[in-house]
């Protein structure tokens, strides 16, 4: 069992930058894939970004790329997910997640491959 506690949420203007934090106590998470999701106002759950167990590959959307940057700090079981330019529609609450198993390798885009889920942070940019 791994848990995510996510932070760093906030209210930021179109254009600001924030940093969310995905944090676990488990020694084990460093052998786990770590995505990203958000899921806004009457929409459905979409992909963000992702990183690899071993923190050498990186996934992002479309939507965000350029703009957001996943990273993780081993020593403080932690994994990022920066935020710059953000626009108004990056308004949504950010979950990180991780897969059941350890080692993960697969497709990091589907959300039906992670199992644990932080409990969420909300991110609003206004215009």
């Known amino acids: 069992q791994v848990q995510l506690v996510e932070s760093g949420g906030g209210l930021v203007q179109a254009g600001g930058s924030l940093r969310l934090s995905c944090a676990a106590s488990e020694r084990t998470f460093s052998t786990y894939a770590v995505g990203w999701f958000r899921q806004a106002p009457g929409k459905e759950r979409e992909f963000v970004a992702a990183?690899?167990?071993?923190?050498?590959?990186?996934y992002y959307a479309d939507s965000v790329k350029g703009r957001l940057t996943i990273s993780r700090d081993y020593a403080k079981n932690t994994v990022y997910l920066q935020m710059n330019s953000l626009k108004p529609e990056d308004t949504a609450v950010y979950y990180c997640?991780?897969?059941?198993?350890?080692?993960?390798?697969?497709?990091?885009?589907?959300?039906?491959?992670?199992?644990?889920w932080g409990q969420g942070t909300q991110v609003t940019v206004s215009s």
């Open positions: 990183i690899s167990w071993t923190g050498e590959s990186t």
């Open positions: 997640a991780a897969p059941a198993m350890a080692y993960y390798s697969g497709n990091y885009y589907s959300d039906v491959e992670y199992d644990y």
